[in-house]
């Protein structure tokens, strides 16, 4: 299961984690249990004037885009 965040909005510079929760969701309980977490590998957030450029696509984003997730993407990157 992969879930996709396109347009992720951090505002300052720094390096990051995203924590994510898996739950089985039951709107008749008034609990709701998680059923696993997990933390992404860090990520570096830059300002615009550290920001280093758009960096080659992963095999792993051609993969998502040929399954149809669209990304907004310049057509002038390669595939790395």
């Avoid at 758009?54 to 993969?63: A, H, N, R």
Wanted: proline share 8%; charged share 15%.
């Amino acid at each position: 299961m992969f879930f996709i965040f396109p347009d992720l909005g951090v505002r300052a510079p720094g390096f990051y984690r995203i924590q994510c929760f898996l739950m089985d969701i039951d709107i008749t309980k008034s609990c709701i249990p998680i059923q696993a977490t997990c933390l992404t590998a860090p990520f570096e957030v830059h300002s615009p004037k550290t920001f280093p450029g758009t960096q080659g696509l992963t095999q792993i984003s051609k993969w998502f885009s040929e399954q149809g997730v669209h990304f907004n993407i310049s057509r002038r990157i390669k595939y790395t």
